[in-house]
Structure formats: structure tokens, C-alpha cells
Nanobody
Framework: QVSLVESGGGLVQAGGSLRLSCAAS????????MGWFRQAPGKEREFVGA????????YYADSVKGRFTISRDNAKKTAFLQMNSLEPEDTAVYYC???????????????????WGQGTQVTVSS
């Protein structure tokens, strides 16, 4: 079993940038594909993006495509979410999650993730 800890959230003005990190500990990191999700108050959890085990496939939600970049460093057991050109609509709690058994084509499905981080708040002011 892997455990996840996110960091890097905070308050930023519209147009600014933040970089979230998701540090994993426990089992071998490379067996997991990693997803990023977010949840704003009163809204359902939303897929942001995902990266497969070896980093060869990366997926993004249309709402963040071209602004957000997902990467991973398997040697450091860490996944990253670089967020640029932030908008007030990006305000949410951001979660990273790990899955070992989802097909790459289904990484947007939050039901398939077995382990979640505690979440980190991102607030974008206008």
C-alpha cells in the first residue's frame, strides 16, 4: 500500500502559477498511475489530469489543457502538477491519487483510484 502527501497549494492571483507535489511512500511507486482531481465547494470531484506508470501517457481535462502540466519523478516517488495561467475557477481542493489497476484509457475515473492524498487548497483571487 502506498500513502500520498500533497504540498504546494496556496493563494495566488489570477494569471499566476503554482506547483503541486505529491510525495509517495510505501510500495514501489512505479506500479501506480497517478491522477490529479479537484473539488470546489458545492461541486463534485473533478478530473484534472493523470499520468501513467512510466510517464509515457498523460491526460488532461479540457478545462486545464494548455495551462496545467503533469509529470512524475519515479526515482523520487513524486508526482507534480504545474499550474500556470490560473483562473478563479481553478479554486478548489486538489487531490492526488494512485491506481495500480486502471487501464490508461480510464484514468479519468476517480472510482478506480485506491489511495488518495489529504488534499491541498488552491485559491485563485481575481
Amino acid at each position: 500500500q502506498v500513502s500520498l502527501v500533497e504540498s504546494g497549494g496556496g493563494l495566488v492571483q489570477a494569471g499566476g502559477s503554482l506547483r503541486l507535489s505529491c510525495a509517495a511512500s510505501g510500495r514501489t511507486f512505479t506500479v501506480y498511475s497517478m491522477g490529479w482531481f479537484r473539488q470546489a465547494p458545492g461541486k463534485e470531484r473533478e478530473f484534472v489530469g493523470a499520468i501513467n506508470r512510466n510517464g509515457a501517457k498523460i491526460y488532461y481535462a479540457d478545462s486545464v489543457k494548455g495551462r496545467f502540466t503533469i509529470s512524475r519523478d519515479n526515482a523520487k516517488k513524486t508526482a507534480f502538477l504545474q499550474m500556470n495561467s490560473l483562473e478563479p475557477e481553478d479554486t478548489a481542493v486538489y487531490y492526488c491519487a494512485a491506481t495500480w489497476n486502471l487501464d490508461d484509457s480510464r484514468l479519468q475515473d476517480h472510482h478506480g483510484y485506491s489511495t488518495w492524498g489529504q488534499g491541498t487548497q488552491v485559491t485563485v483571487s481575481s
